[in-house]
């Protein structure tokens, strides 16, 4: 008997250790390339809000940075969490086309930083709600495809600030 609650013990333990990996092996490759997209994405959009922030030569342009702070934050925020619940590997680094925008950006300050990041903004707004909206369809995670439909509208608010912000400033598409 004992040895039976022993052997018992032991595949339970066994089996807990297996279903998180399962989990991870659950979520599609497409999915997860998503993930990986939309992760660097973010940290891209917290980090050149800050520079928008610092670097700004209108209220707009530091405004609009402060929301994406907070905004793209929060979003990583949930995205790191359905990661972690998913056993996934979180992104340590930002992908190299996301680095090349904010070294961009960095190395401009004043109006000359306002006009660039307001038209990068518009352009990658466009394209993240493009992705987003076929993510929407394409997802198969149900955490997942909830988060790219709260996340989802919240883009497209974005996308209409920038091109409100980048017609103010004159900014050419």
């Known amino acids: ?6 052997m ?3 595949s339970l333990f066994a089996l807990s250790m297996a279903i998180p990996a399962l989990a991870a092996e659950k979520m599609s490759r497409h999915d997860k390339a998503f993930v990986k997209e939309a992760a660097s994405g973010g940290m891209m959009e917290v980090e050149a ?5 610092q670097k700004g030569a209108s209220q707009e342009i530091k405004d609009f940075g402060q929301m994406m702070v907070t905004d793209h934050g929060k979003a990583n925020d949930e995205l790191d969490s359905i990661i972690s619940k998913k056993q996934l590997k ?3 680094k930002m992908e190299a ?8 950006l960095n190395a401009l300050s004043g109006a000359e930083f306002d006009k660039k990041y307001a038209k990068e903004m518009v352009k990658d707004h466009e ?10 369809t394409k997802v198969k995670d149900p955490e997942l495809k909830g988060w790219v439909d709260k ?5 497209e608010q974005h996308l209409q600030h920038a091109k409100d912000m980048a017609k103010k400033l004159g900014v050419e598409k």
């Open 90 to 92: 979180k992104p340590a």
């Open 151 to 155: 996340t989802l509208p919240v883009l």
């Open 1 to 6: 008997m004992k040895k039976f609650l022993w």
């Open 49 to 53: 809000g800050r520079l928008a922030q």
């Open 97 to 104: 086309k996301h680095k090349k925008m904010v070294d961009q």
């Open 8 to 10: 018992a013990v032991v």
């Open 127 to 136: 394209k993240d709600v493009a992705t987003f909206k076929k993510a929407s």
